[in-house]
């Protein structure tokens, strides 16, 4: 199976989809419900409302507004009469808008280092261990690193997931050089044949220019170790930070280039359509969605199952 053959669709990550959407689904799904009470038509006032619907999502105004006018196209031209089929109409193009997101196939690098970043509080280190542990399944060796020496007892935390998953991981004491450790965890994995090296990242305040400076810093050592590294840049985010995740995205995007998102904590927020406003504003892909603290809460992301997900009634 190749490195992402998880992508493959099938009935339990459907499921594990509409569980983690579940709040936001019912927001989305209740709301249409009531829109469409009564209705024969589809008017400008039904567009209006339905607009905003969507921005309480936290879809956003652009991308709620590329819907709607996708769907007053397409009730213009005669093919969208019903109100009751708004719903499929906006889930073919939510994920005709989100399937760029649809995570690539690794290019052939060993080993393939991944940089994860993310402020304190967003669920960085367990996103590590699931990160791991869907690697572990697809029968890959993986190396942990504890870049992240600056919050106290981090290192540990790590540690104790590398242990529970039964992986080496480098560390050094805290207040250490993150850029060394990295730098030291990448000669370790070309030494030891591993196949991907994680490294982990201060959880960095993004308004703190120093420490992005220092991110950077950790991209560079690992570029003149590794040709080609790092090979993926991994933005934590919390889809309950609604607006201040996208303050996060873009920002630490201009400072190194994000290369995708792992979107956390899902189950616990109404405004899970922030991701389609990441990926239309920010054109950087969603490669991970995760809800509950599982090691099976965290899938690749399905930009087809997550659409569904989004208008899923609360019963199903």
Known sequence: MGLFGFLQKNKSSEDGFKKGMSKTSGRLAGGLSALFLGRKTID?????????????????????????????????????????KLS?????????????????????????VILVAGVNGVGKTTSIAKLTNIYKKDGKNVMLAAGDTFRAAASEQLSVWAQRLDVPIVRQPDGSDPAAVVHDA???????????????????????????????KIEKVVSREIEGAPHEKLLVLDAIGGQNAMSQAKTFNEAIGITGIILTKLDGTAKGGVAVRIVNELKIPIKYIGFGEGMEDMRPFDAEAFAEALFASPEK
């Open 186 to 216: 990448a000669s370790a994995a070309k030494s030891r044949n591993v196949d991907v090296l994680i490294a982990d990242t201060a959880g960095r305040l993004h308004t703190k220019t120093n420490l992005m400076r220092e991110l950077m």
């Open 88 to 112: 499929l109409a906006i889930k073919t193009k939510i994920t005709e808008m989100l399937t760029p997101s649809v995570q690539e196939e690794a290019p052939e690098a060993k080993p393939y």
């Open 44 to 84: 400008a006032g039904l567009l209006e409302e339905l607009e905003e619907l969507l921005i309480t999502a936290d879809i956003g105004p652009s991308a709620a507004d590329e819907i709607i006018n996708a769907v007053k196209d397409e009730a213009s031209r005669g093919v969208l009469k019903d109100p009751e």
